[in-house]
């Protein structure tokens, strides 16, 4: 990453345990996470005008594994959120928006970040595989949309999404 590579993260290679690490959050943008859950998330895209999500829908549904909250906060000077999903925290059960997808700028290097990805169905589904797709190709100081023509190569679209 200092000398401009790029690194894609996937689910639990998001999440370090026992415990969140402020180490790995300077590197990859999140630590860690503190809850969980399964079942399905709306995620709500609101990077817009992000090239990995362009053209996209407002929200995309996915059954999976959320984390959340990032541990240690984000550093936003740093990190862009993608996309977001609506979690409730259990103590207070108020909702709120938790980063699900996010970019990270460290050295000359990038890094894009996904929560979801627990479940093998998850890479079936062409919109997972399309952000997906998109950020590796990014990561890798590549145009976003180089292998959008691969999301649909076979992919499933009567799965459990």
Do not use: N
Not at 10 to 26: E, G, Q, R
């Amino acid at each position: 990453l200092k000398r401009g590579g790029g690194f894609v993260v996937i689910h639990s290679a998001t999440w370090t345990k026992p415990k969140a690490d402020p180490d790995v959050a300077a590197l990859v943008g999140v630590g860690g996470f503190t809850r969980y859950r399964h079942g399905t998330l709306q995620v709500d895209v609101v990077a817009r005008d992000h090239p990995i999500c362009k053209g996209l829908p407002d929200r995309i549904s996915f059954l999976d594994e959320p984390y959340w909250p990032p541990t240690p906060p984000l550093d936003t000077g740093r990190v862009t959120v993608l996309a977001v999903s609506e979690e409730t925290d259990p103590m207070t059960q108020k909702p709120s928006p938790q980063p699900i997808f996010w970019t990270c700028q460290t050295g000359r290097g990038r890094v894009f970040g996904c929560v979801p990805g627990h479940y093998t169905w998850t890479f079936d589904g062409p919109w997972f595989r399309l952000l997906l797709l998109r950020g590796i190709a990014w990561a890798g100081g590549q145009p976003a949309g180089r292998l959008d023509h691969l999301a649909l190569r076979g992919a499933r679209f009567a799965d459990k999404q």
